[in-house]
């Protein structure tokens, strides 16, 4: 098992202070503090090549734990083991292995063009020449930014920007990449092209990807698995899928009939199932198997002009899980 | 060693780019370094006409010139406060989360940008110094090998200042803002290593105290060499104490550091 969690905590001390003037005067000489448990007992393990999605609001922990498991944080507890390295030693070779995209943070240098950061990093992971450039080419043209990479990337837009990151995340083909946010405040098409490239590059090099995004289309796109942090402690860790299923089973169904269908008929349909019809247009939103049921008896009533059946947004079910997860976990 | 020297010259070269970017920036900053030796060139240019002075306590006006060019020199090529104070916010707003995710040690990263940071003031003061014979012949390299020895003295000095500053720097992890500290630190050091006043003209009581510190090596040694006002059969000891001091100031810096990097917030997100 290439990444293994074991019961790792993180606790931070943090003062607080009331807000204004006074406040500020009194915590100089009276500070107090407090113990805010960011991650408890979290525990996880994630096999090669997978892509794993690590939801909860914000404040969970998300990012607590991708810093640990980077080694940027020392936990207060527990274990951590990549590859067979612990995050935290920040042994050189462990460093090559992964990488990190933060949506917030940028390690390009701001002033110059992207391609003089990627020949910083060809050193600072001391990449052979040949392999540099192939990767590059590739990348470069999987995210199609060939004709950007001399502009400065202050004077780049955000999704250019993010491309970059990925870029200069990638060069030294790393067996492990965490995505914090990749796609935040990119417009659509930008999140689409970075969750197709995510997609290729997982399957043509088998890479493990751990992906934190408020996006739930980022999730349901990339993400047949799901960690979910809920203040701070595991809450459910399994088949994205069977997670919103299990918010909201029902799917959507609109049938379409050739003419408006016999009325004492469909009053008797009402009876079983909850559906609302406008002239010659159904529209129902149920469980699978009754909207598989309903469908068969629909085809009984007249032939249709068509037939749609499809999930709720996906983004709604995760809101209404995060107003009380616990709820849906039972 | 080809692929850590490779590494980090890379850092400078990134530096040197950087700055390239900015052409206004370049020329403007190359300016600057020669207003300042001009003014206190014309400022101490009056005070000795305008009270007709031969010498003030021993200097005559060229070998003050030659001592205080030096150590406007040394003073500039040493200092690297601008580094510490960009190290201390990128460890209080999470900025330090790309160096340590990265095979790269934040020590030597940034002392490498310093470095480049610094090349401009290197090329422009490497002129100033060859001139520094022609321009006040006796005052200062009376031989070849004071120009070796000043060249020695400014690199230890270099990399102990740089150490001092990391040292102090580290203090971020636990308190978050101590670019006051750093500060403090830059102006006493002005004065007390001998940046504005020779060292030798200091009381003895407190020219003992800072003997007793690293301080004495930092402006007054290499200014010394190059001045001939140290002996050179104590140039060897003095290096091997300077050195001795760059010895305890790494090792007190990597100790600050790992038990800071324990109680890194890596904040931001």
Known sequence: MPIQVNELSKHFKMFKREAGLSGAFRSFFNRKYETFHALTDISVQIEDGEILGILGENGAGKTTLIKLLVGLLHPSSGEVSINGFTPWNRKSDFLKQISVVMGQKNQLWWDIPASESFLLNQKIYEIPEIQYKNTLDELVDLLSVRDKLNVQVRRLSLGERMKMEIIAALLHNPKIVLLDEPTIGLDVIAQLKIREFVKYYNEKYKTTFLLTSHYMRDIQALCKRVFVIHKGASLYDGDFNDLVNRVNPKRKLLFEFNEIPNQSKTERLSENYNFRLDDTILYAELPDKELTKLVSELFQLGVPASITMEDLPVEDTMRSFFKDPEKFLK | ?269
């Not at chain 2, 052409?23 to 020669?34: L, W």
């Not at chain 2, 005052?139 to 200042?161: E, N, Q, R, V």
């Not at chain 2, 040292?167 to 750093?182: D, Q, S, T, Y």
């Not at chain 2, 104590?234 to 010895?247: D, E, N």
């Open chain 2, 1 to 269: 060693m080809k692929a850590w020297i490779d590494k980090y010259f890379s850092v400078i070269r990134m530096t040197w780019i950087q700055a390239l970017e900015y052409k206004a920036n370049a020329i403007v900053g190359t300016f600057a370094i020669f207003s300042g030796l001009a003014i206190e060139f014309l400022i101490w240019k009056q005070v000795f006409q305008a009270q007709e002075l031969n010498e003030i306590r021993g200097f005559t006006f060229n070998g003050l010139m030659a001592y205080i060019f030096l150590c406007m020199i040394v003073g500039q090529l040493k200092s690297s406060w601008a580094t510490s104070i960009e190290m201390i916010d990128s460890i209080r707003t999470g900025e330090m989360n790309k160096y340590l995710i990265r095979p790269i040690s934040f020590f030597t990263y940034h002392f490498m940008m310093f470095i480049g940071h610094n090349s401009l003031f290197y090329i422009v003061y490497t002129t100033v110094l060859i001139l520094f014979p022609i321009l006040l012949p006796g005052y200062a390299f009376p031989t070849f090998i004071h120009i070796i020895g000043f060249i020695a003295a400014l690199l230890i000095s270099i990399y102990l200042s740089y150490s001092i500053y990391f040292c102090m720097v580290c203090f971020a992890f636990w308190f978050g803002e101590v670019r006051a500290l750093v500060i403090a630190y830059n102006l006493s050091n002005i004065v007390l290593a001998g940046q504005i006043i020779p060292l030798r003209l200091f009381p003895d009581s407190v020219r003992n105290i800072i003997n007793l510190t690293p301080l004495q090596f930092l402006v007054d040694f290499p200014v010394s060499i190059a001045t001939a006002n140290l002996p050179m059969n104590l140039w060897i000891p003095k290096m091997g104490m300077a050195l001795s001091w760059c010895i305890i100031m790494t090792l007190a810096g990597r100790v600050i550091y790992r038990s800071g990097i324990r109680v890194y917030g890596g904040y931001g997100a």
